[in-house]
């Protein structure tokens, strides 16, 4: 895996799922964080009479679902993805043929109920058992930040993001990372983020920023648009981790009083302007650490798979317990109304975890990171494959 998820703004901090009273046990067991299971399916198969509407609102070969979808094939057909699967039972040809076959009925279909018709003779769904085994899902949102940077660091622009240093060792076909070595020694475990920025990155700098806290969010959502001061722009893709684990700074903020309403990132910045020394020592406790490139706008904001994601149409998920690539359908609530929607699954990311979590894109600039910092709704996630698997 080369890149990562651009993750969400809003999932900063949550607790658990809808419930009656319970004992902090129950409560824990219930949240949507829950890990999947030992031994429990991720998904499971939905009867045809208790499908959603998928019908709803059909519209024959829309452009950006059609889009995202081929985006998807493109990516079966690498031979490094086979790597990925099986997962859930689903091989890497099922999954494939299953997309080409949903972009076929896209395409052919003439109406709602004769994609719905079509959909039900060829395709078997799958429910996410959620956090609580009944298919209860926390929907949140991401985007694309666009922010001021410069090449070259002065007395305001100090604050650097770096590039991929040649002391990470990473599977060149996974992504995983194996370790950190220092002139081609023994490998050992990659230094946290506190180690590596006390010197360990020197001459790596690319891009610099105004705080800390700006170079930060830049690492939380893994890729950011560059102002560069002077008319032009650039754009920042992931270059790899450290492969440390992610924490919450919202939730570091939360529990520290330092924030005391909903998290989001008006909130965290307003708390930095406060209080820049409680901000910067919460970023701290997050070991893990994003390194970058300089890209093009083609191909930007990328995503989990390495190439470019949809606003509204693709969603990231946990790919250790998902498979990649396919189509599913949402049914959530955004901006206080129905959000019913075919997308993809095509992102991943350190917040995203366990069967009751999953993030919704929704695009880049100030209305997309508004809509993000709001979105945290319940529902349900399906998952689309062909009765007949591919041999």
């Not at 006390?198 to 170079?215: C, I, M, N, Q, W």
């Not at 450290?242 to 909903?262: F, H, I, Q």
């Not at 798979?305 to 998902?322: C, M, P």
Request: aromatic share 10%; glycine share 10%.
């Amino acid at each position: 895996m080369r890149h990562t998820l651009l993750i969400t703004l809003s999932a900063l901090i949550f607790s658990g799922c809808k419930s009656t009273e319970t004992t902090p046990e129950e409560d824990f067991l219930t949240r949507y964080e829950r890990p999947l299971p030992a031994g429990a399916p991720a998904f499971t198969k939905v009867p045809t009479d208790q499908w959603p509407d998928i019908g709803s609102g059909f519209r024959r070969n829309p452009t950006d679902l059609v889009k995202a979808g081929k985006r998807s094939l493109s990516w079966f057909d690498k031979k490094s993805t086979t790597s990925h699967f099986p997962v859930e039972g689903v091989s890497h040809a099922h999954a494939k043929a299953s997309v080409e076959a949903m972009l076929s009925l896209l395409r052919t279909s003439r109406s709602g109920a004769a994609f719905t018709r079509a959909l039900k003779r060829d395709f078997d769904c799958f429910m996410s058992i959620g956090c609580d085994d009944e298919g209860t899902v926390l929907f949140t949102g991401y985007c694309s930040l666009e922010l001021e940077a410069r090449r070259r660091p002065n007395a305001k622009f100090k604050y650097p993001v770096y590039a991929r240093p040649d002391a990470l060792q990473t599977n060149p076909i996974t992504g995983q990372v194996l370790g950190w070595s220092n002139d081609g020694k023994e490998l050992v475990p990659p230094p946290d983020r506190s180690a590596l920025e006390r010197g360990l990155l020197d001459g790596t700098e690319l891009f610099y920023f105004d705080s800390p806290l700006e170079a930060y969010l830049v690492h939380v959502n893994g890729s950011a648009k560059l102002r560069l001061g002077d008319g032009s722009v650039t754009y920042l893709g992931f270059g790899g981790t450290n492969g440390r684990e992610y924490s919450s700074l919202g939730r570091v903020l939360k529990a520290r009083g330092v924030v005391s309403g909903p998290v989001t990132i008006e909130a965290i910045r307003n708390a930095y302007l406060r209080n820049p020394a409680a901000v910067t020592a919460a970023m701290q406790q997050n070991e893990r650490f994003v390194f970058f490139r300089e890209t093009s706008a083609d191909g930007w904001p990328s995503g989990s798979l390495g190439f470019q994601v949809e606003a509204q149409r693709s969603l990231a998920t946990d790919k250790s317990i998902f498979p990649r690539g396919g189509f599913v359908y949402v049914d959530t609530t955004m901006n206080r109304q129905p959000f019913a929607q075919w997308m993809l699954d095509q992102d991943t990311g350190g917040a995203i975890r366990a069967p009751g979590r999953a993030d919704l894109y929704l695009g880049a600039g100030d209305r997309a990171t508004a809509m993000a910092g709001e979105q945290a709704e319940e529902g349900q996630l399906y998952y689309f494959f062909l009765k007949d698997a591919p041999r």
